[in-house]
Every structure is written in C-alpha cells, then in structure tokens.
C-alpha cells in the first residue's frame, strides 16, 4: 500500500441535495440520519417492503447535503430508486465528480472508522490518487468475514438482519418507519434470524453460495445459524453461535 494507492475505482459517490435531505432519507434507509454527522459516516440500506436488501452504501455528512458511497455498477439503480421515493420533493438526486471514495488498513489525516467494524481500516472522501486498491480491500473485509454489494448480498434476496446488519452497525432500532422497518424489528425483537451471510474455504457452488473469489479461496454463502461448517467466525460474530 503507497500513499499514491488509496483509491476504491468500483465505488460511486452520489449527492443528495435540496429541502430537508435528512428528512427525506430518514423515512427510506435503515439507519437513523441523526448518527450521520462529518467525523462519523453510517452503513445503511435501502430495502423492499418485505426487509429484503435492495443496496447497500455509506452515508456521509456534506453539510447540507449527503454523499451516497455505493458500488459504481449500482450507482445509476439506486438513483432510479431513490428518485421513486421523492415525488413532489424539491430534492436533486445525481452522481458526484471530481472525488473519491479511499481507503487505507492504517490511519491517516482525515479519514475515519469504517463504521461497520474498526478492524475493517479507514476510509476518507478525496481527489483521485492514481490508484485502485479494491482488490486489497476486498481481500481484507472478507478475511474479517464482512460481505456487502449486490453480489454477496443478493437484490431482494437476502433480509437485512440476515447481512449481519444488526452486529455491523447497519440498522436503528430506535429511529421510526422506513422501507422494510416492520419485518426488522420483528425480526431483531423475536430473535428470529435464522440464516447468515458468511465466508467460507471456497469449494463447489450451490443454492446458498452468492460469490466465489477463487483468486482467495473463499466464497459467500447464506447458512443457517445452526450449520455454519467451515465458515470464518470472526470476534464480531461469536454472539450468534
């Protein structure tokens, strides 16, 4: 890792500007927009009415504005979806130019925490640097068996809390409706996730196998709690055994 490497090439950033930006997302994503401030960024998602994962991305604090760090091959989905949810709203919806998502296993001037998990490393909005370090990153979040992105998650596929939501910081209990919230809570408050999203030795795909990286020698599948075989089990996930 270089100084001149830092950059995240696969991620998109969008602005979300206008009348009451906070308001309008606070009704849509699952986590509460009041934890979003500039030293502190908040995973979230944007679910289906049934709880099940749409996308997922970081929400960061532009002042008056929010920078969406979503997956640029989503990028354009997500606006398209966002934007069915603003009606009447005066609220402008577009991608961001000129600056990128870094990120680096080290602290440096400026970035911060992955929200998620504090071992995942540290991430910060800036210029291009020259570089893409999304292979090395990806390495490292799966080593610490943390999935995200439309591949390992599954679009209306997968239900949030069943993404490791609730341990990764991805979701508020204490905030009011959104898209997905009822069959979350009853979900989180009957202690009914029955599956995980976990990383595993890679070995022959099957119904539950949502990504293979041969290049690590792991994959991504959803396993019921009670059969989780020879998946990692990170600190982060010692509760749910």
């Given at each position: 890792?270089?100084?001149?490497?830092?950059?995240?090439?696969?991620?998109?950033?969008?602005?979300?500007a206008?009348?009451?930006?906070?308001?309008?997302?606070?009704?849509?994503?699952?986590?509460?927009?009041?934890?979003?401030?500039?030293?502190?960024?908040?995973?979230?998602?944007?679910?289906?009415?049934?709880?099940?994962?749409?996308?997922?991305f970081?929400?960061?604090?532009?002042?008056?504005?929010?920078?969406?760090?979503?997956?640029?091959?989503?990028?354009?989905?997500?606006?398209?979806?966002?934007?069915?949810?603003?009606?009447?709203?005066?609220?402008?919806?577009?991608?961001?130019?000129?600056?990128?998502?870094?990120?680096?296993?080290?602290?440096?001037?400026?970035?911060?925490?992955?929200?998620?998990?504090?071992?995942?490393?540290?991430?910060?909005?800036?210029?291009?640097?020259?570089?893409?370090?999304?292979?090395?990153?990806?390495?490292?979040?799966?080593?610490?068996?943390?999935?995200?992105?439309?591949?390992?998650?599954?679009?209306?596929?997968?239900?949030?809390?069943?993404?490791?939501?609730?341990?990764?910081?991805?979701?508020?209990?204490?905030?009011g409706?959104?898209?997905?919230?009822?069959?979350?809570?009853?979900?989180?408050?009957?202690?009914?996730?029955?599956?995980?999203?976990?990383?595993?030795?890679?070995?022959?795909?099957?119904?539950?196998?949502?990504?293979?990286?041969?290049?690590?020698?792991?994959?991504?599948?959803?396993?019921?709690?009670?059969?989780?075989?020879?998946?990692?089990?990170?600190?982060?996930?010692?509760?749910?055994?």
């Open positions: 890792m270089t100084d001149t490497s830092t950059a995240l090439a696969d991620r998109a950033l969008i602005r979300i206008g009348d009451d930006v906070r308001g309008f997302l606070q009704g849509l994503v699952t986590q509460d927009m009041g934890l979003v401030t500039p030293a502190s960024p908040q995973w979230a998602a944007l679910l289906t009415p049934q709880g099940k994962v749409l996308f997922d970081i929400l960061w604090d532009d002042g008056k504005d929010i920078l969406v760090d979503c997956e640029e091959a989503q990028a354009g989905a997500l606006m398209r979806r966002l934007m069915l949810y603003r009606l009447r709203r005066q609220i402008h919806i577009g991608l961001e130019s000129g600056v990128d998502v870094h990120w680096s296993p080290v602290s440096r001037p400026g970035a911060v925490a992955d929200p998620r998990l504090a071992t995942l490393g540290w991430r910060w909005l800036g210029e291009d640097s020259g570089g893409d370090v999304s292979a090395a990153w990806r390495a490292h979040r799966l080593s610490l068996g943390v999935t995200e992105g439309a591949a390992e998650l599954g679009q209306d596929k997968t239900l949030w809390l069943e993404c490791n939501a609730a341990e990764l910081n991805g979701v508020s209990f204490a905030k409706c959104y898209v997905g919230q009822e069959n979350t809570a009853r979900m989180h408050y009957r202690a009914k996730v029955n599956r995980r999203l976990v990383v595993a030795p890679i070995g022959e795909a099957g119904d539950r196998t949502r990504a293979r990286y041969p290049e690590l020698g792991l994959m991504v599948e959803l396993r019921r709690v009670e059969a989780l075989g020879d998946a990692l089990v990170p600190e982060w996930m010692q509760s749910l055994l």
